[in-house]
């Protein structure tokens, strides 16, 4: 075969079994030997020759990348993987026995040994597997690597298996090339289609290699191939944020039966979290100078209309809301949805919710719509015993649910295909479930959104304290959240939208200051701003708590407590895999901060209990408003038992935990 003459955009990539594949084509594609040329370089720089360097080339094909390491590092000592018989055996003939370790194995059941590896490269080696194939390969990958050991990962995407996902990935890829304005993008396209999420969970590529300590990166796009080197940290500290509370919540003593007196350990974060104690001192500051904000002349007034509207500013900014954004504070979460549930109702179409939203995101859309639909109907009040469920009946029929896959995961077509099939005025999402920590792709659903002119809002109240979200580059129309999930329990939430969106409507509660002024005739009059969605004298405590927690949450640096939260959360999840009378519902490729399980011949309910009377350990038992996923991770209406863990946890919580399931399952 004449190798010099192939048309790289003729190859048949999918046909990759080695008996149909030419040994020799990647000799003659260009963007392969800028590949091989980066590498090189990378080597060349960063290893000694004379070293003996263990090297795991994952999907090998013919060799090509492991015959340029072994030419590179003449001491290498290589393990070769690929499913192909045949791609092995040209690998063999290409090299040589000498340090090779031939292993032919479907390498997604593979099981790789911790810490092994100095260099782990799978140059287009995975583009066979599917996207949960990827995501379990990529992170055994992670844990396989030597403390500073180094990964190297091309990815095919073009000529990917030609299943509907595979095509809508390439589909995207071609997108962000042709609109990619800088690395950065590249970068973001990265942590989205090359499933580098589930090694450690991030915003993006870019803020993920920066949070492991990778001292390189190098992204590159030619024709068809993304090239990521990068190289996992020496040390991964987990700092001690017990400073973070006060003394009283840290050793809050409780009478247990098996080990007396102890302090309390809370492992039911994702349910509310303490206050930080510089939250609690900037409350109380605030009270030395507070008065009514927007509306008194006198210097308290005026200090507490400054730090209630600064604080405005400050949540704004930490979400990356648009400039044109209102920020409107709420009680929760739960009346920010309903706030917009209200306004939403007057629009026509319909909602979709996903099957994973808490109910507080998903009822409040079905009351509204039910109301609405009631139109200029009254009822007596003695014959009103109907309403109730004609709301939901009428209601439902305006809300539609979109559900999760087998994997509890969304399928971005299932999404499309409702927004293409229904005139859809909002779609509805939470950023991170609260029963299995599954975190979707909100960039892709909120291009679909936009490419379907849907309304995109997202709960970001099991996120936005453990995540960096960007509802600018995210496509978010509407963001809420709850101060007391994010260490700032005082009463409030927050809305975030547009303000040409809140202009449009009365305020959802009306009175007080948010009416500049009624004339004689009854008729009130109101300005167009954030101010109009303030009814009543605000809860200026709470907006001065959720502002100085986000301000900590800053400092800190959400990588690092990425980094705290996943050591305890993980080492429980470790344990628990490994017990026999322990059944637990949540993923690895999903696991952030929180854990789902049940212990067998014990109720949720009875588990709990036990943790805490016997061991002084705080969780959740039941169904999280969320029965419908219960349901589907359980077969039954059972509930289940949840730990969630945050800054206000160590270490040795989790050590206690895991003595207490221990004990408990021993017999």
Request: contains cysteine; glycine residues 6%.
């Amino acid at each position: 075969m004449n190798t010099t003459n192939v048309n790289p955009d003729n190859l048949n990539y999918n046909s990759y079994t080695g008996e149909k594949y030419d040994m020799d084509i990647f000799r003659v594609i260009p963007y392969y030997q800028e590949l091989n040329d980066i590498i090189s370089e990378f080597v060349n720089t960063k290893f000694e020759k004379g070293r003996q360097y263990h090297i795991l080339d994952l999907g090998a094909g013919t060799g090509l990348t492991s015959k340029l390491l072994r030419d590179l590092l003449p001491q290498t000592k290589l393990d070769i993987v690929d499913f192909s018989a045949p791609m092995l055996e040209s690998a063999r003939m290409r090299l040589s026995e000498n340090q090779v370790n031939y292993i032919c194995t479907d390498y997604s059941e593979m099981e790789f040994e911790p810490n092994k590896y100095d260099i782990i490269v799978s140059v287009i080696g995975l583009h066979h597997q599917n996207h949960k194939g990827k995501k379990k390969v990529l992170q055994k990958i992670y844990h396989s690597l030597k403390p500073g050991g180094w990964f190297i990962l091309g990815d095919l995407v073009t000529h990917a298996d030609k299943t509907e996902s595979s095509l809508n990935d390439a589909k995207h890829f071609h997108h962000m090339v042709e609109h990619a304005t800088d690395e950065k993008t590249l970068a973001e396209w990265a942590y989205h289609h090359t499933y580098l999420n589930d090694l450690a969970p991030k915003e993006d590529l870019t803020q993920w290699i920066q949070d492991l300590g990778f001292e390189s990166k190098i992204l590159l796009q030619k024709i068809n191939t993304l090239l990521l080197i990068a190289r996992k940290p020496t040390e991964i500290h987990t700092e001690n944020y017990a400073d973070l509370f006060s003394s009283g919540i840290q050793n809050f003593p409780i009478q247990t039966n098996k080990l007396g007196e102890t302090s309390y350990i809370n492992f039911d974060n994702a349910a509310t979290t303490p206050p930080f104690l510089v939250v609690e001192q900037a409350v109380k500051e605030f009270m030395n100078q507070y008065g009514s904000v927007h509306r008194g002349a006198g210097i308290k007034s005026q200090l507490s209309t400054d730090w209630y509207e600064e604080s405005r500013k400050i949540i704004k900014e930490f979400v990356h809301a648009p400039q044109d954004a209102y920020v409107i504070f709420s009680n929760n979460t739960t009346g920010g949805i309903n706030m917009l549930s209200h306004f939403f109702s007057f629009l026509p179409g319909k909602i979709a919710v996903s099957s994973i939203e808490h109910s507080s995101s998903w009822l409040p859309w079905i009351k509204a719509e039910g109301i609405k639909q009631l139109g200029i109907h009254r009822f007596e009040h003695e014959k009103n015993n109907n309403t109730s469920q004609d709301i939901q009946t009428h209601g439902k029929k305006y809300v539609l649910l979109y559900d999760v896959d087998k994997n509890l995961e969304f399928d971005l077509l299932d999404i499309e295909h409702i927004l293409s099939e229904h005139k859809i005025k909002a779609l509805v999402v939470t950023a991170s479930s609260n029963v299995t920590g599954y975190c979707p792709d909100l960039r892709s659903i909120g291009n679909l959104c936009k490419k379907y002119n849907t309304y995109f809002i997202v709960d970001a109240c099991q996120y936005i304290q453990h995540k960096k979200i960007n509802m600018s580059e995210l496509g978010i129309d509407f963001l809420v959240a709850s101060g007391h999930k994010f260490y700032a329990p005082y009463g409030s939430g927050f809305v975030i939208g547009p303000k040409d969106f809140f202009n449009n409507f009365l305020p959802y509660q009306i009175g007080g200051g948010n009416i500049e002024y009624i004339d004689e005739s009854g008729t009130f009059y109101y300005g167009k701003t954030n101010l109009l969605h303030d009814p009543g004298t605000p809860n200026a405590v709470g907006a001065i708590a959720m502002s100085t927690a986000l301000q900590k949450l800053t400092e800190l640096g959400l990588k690092n407590i990425h980094t705290h939260e996943y050591k305890i959360t993980k080492k429980i999840f470790d344990y628990l895999k490994t017990n026999p009378q322990v059944t637990v519902y949540t993923k690895e490729e999903h696991l952030n901060s929180i854990i789902t399980f049940n212990i067998k011949d014990l109720s949720a309910n009875e588990t709990a209990k036990i943790l805490n009377d016997d061991y002084g350990i705080g969780v959740r038992a039941g169904s999280f408003c969320v029965y419908q996923v219960i349901r589907k991770l359980t077969g039954t209406k059972e509930g289940v038992v949840r730990v969630s863990v945050s800054l206000c946890n160590t270490v040795e919580h989790a050590d206690r935990f895991i003595q207490a399931i221990q004990e408990i399952t021993k017999d």
